[in-house]
């Protein structure tokens, strides 16, 4: 017999990207300004933007982690204030960008989106409709964790049910 356990986790399994709304973010060309990126990136929710080249074909994402880099590497000494201006009017979204992160296509599995996610150390991730489609947004963890959430609560309306029938099935 299935227990309550076993039905989350199958529910879980049969996840696909497909399932979650695509996060629609701001896109950026890679040419952009680092100042120009400041004010976009918050300028909206999720913060994370999607750099794009001149002919609009995806180039990777800037999210607030790639954004601090640019004060970890300036110099603190206030001798060095018109390098650090130098730094800032100087850099693009293309420098900014995080080119490695893996796109999300619909027919992933929830497996492959968690693992990338856990791998590349990233809350979102870029996603289209398939690998020959341009990037239309992000997949984010807390969709996610809200689907599960959801799933959660569909397959025990009382939580402790589902984990009563955990400590029974180790029990025998």
């Not at 999720?46 to 982690?65: A, F, M, N, Q, R």
């Not at 689907?147 to 029938?165: M, Q």
Request: proline share 3%.
């Amino acid at each position: 017999m299935e227990n309550l356990f076993d039905i989350f986790i199958s529910k879980v399994k049969e996840m696909k990207a497909e399932d979650f709304t695509i996060l629609q973010v701001s896109t950026v060309v890679e040419t952009t300004p680092c100042f120009s990126i400041l004010d976009e990136s918050f300028d909206q929710d999720s913060k994370t933007l999607i750099v794009v080249d001149e002919k609009d074909k995806y180039y990777g994402l800037i999210s607030p982690k790639d954004l601090i880099v640019l004060f970890a590497t300036l110099h603190t000494d206030i001798t060095n204030v018109l390098s650090k201006a130098k730094v800032f009017s100087c850099t693009t979204a293309r420098d900014l960008a995080n080119q490695n992160l893996p796109i999300i296509v619909d027919d992933d599995k929830i497996s492959r989106v968690t693992e990338c996610m856990i791998k590349y150390e990233s809350t979102v991730l870029p996603r289209a409709k398939t690998k020959d489609d341009p990037v239309e947004g992000l997949i984010s963890i807390n969709d996610i964790i809200l689907a599960v959430r959801n799933i959660w609560k569909e397959t025990s309306a009382d939580s402790k049910l589902l984990v009563l029938d955990l400590e029974r099935e180790e029990d025998e």
